[in-house]
């Protein structure tokens, strides 16, 4: 069996300020840098088969300050695109359309569900043909997308899913069936 096993990125000035980020590649906080070197506890004795990365420097960083890095970029693994709405906040977005989510509503500019959904089916797949653990660094809404992906359930199911910077989350099997074992532990 396989297992996916996904490290959201540490915190970066936007996603302390809640921005939507997901193309500007801003660097990690110095507390983001601090709390990914404190993940090395936690996967440094772990064998990974794979370890792959968005290719966003924030997510990189966090990979290398993890202990991995030698991580492979995947652009499939990169945040979902906000389009217009890269670096303003939901309150802000909620002024011109009130009941805006990126589950549910459009994001001119940018990328819809099912454009996510098509990539990180290839990121789960790609996991899936691997044999052993799989490492992933990501981002907030894409790895709850993956992770809606892993269980075979529509992308907007990913609003389910809180995901804290520099939070470690295992995603598995229980028998055949694809299930969430851990889900942002810090």
Known sequence: MNELWAVRHGKTEWSVAGKHTSTTDLPLLPDGESVARGLQGRLGDVDFAQVLTSPRLRARRTAELAGFPDAETDDDLSEWDYGDYEGITTDEIRVRDPRWTIWTHPTPGGETAAQVQARLQRVVARVRATEGRTLV??????????????????????????????????????????????????
Do not use: I, K
């Open 137 to 186: 660094f990501g981002h907030g809404h894409s790895l709850r997308a993956l992770a809606a992906c892993w269980l075979g359930v529509p992308v907007a199911s990913g609003r389910h899913f809180q995901l804290d910077t520099a939070t470690l989350s295992v995603l598995a099997y229980e028998r055949e069936s694809p299930v969430l074992r851990s889900w942002n532990a810090p």
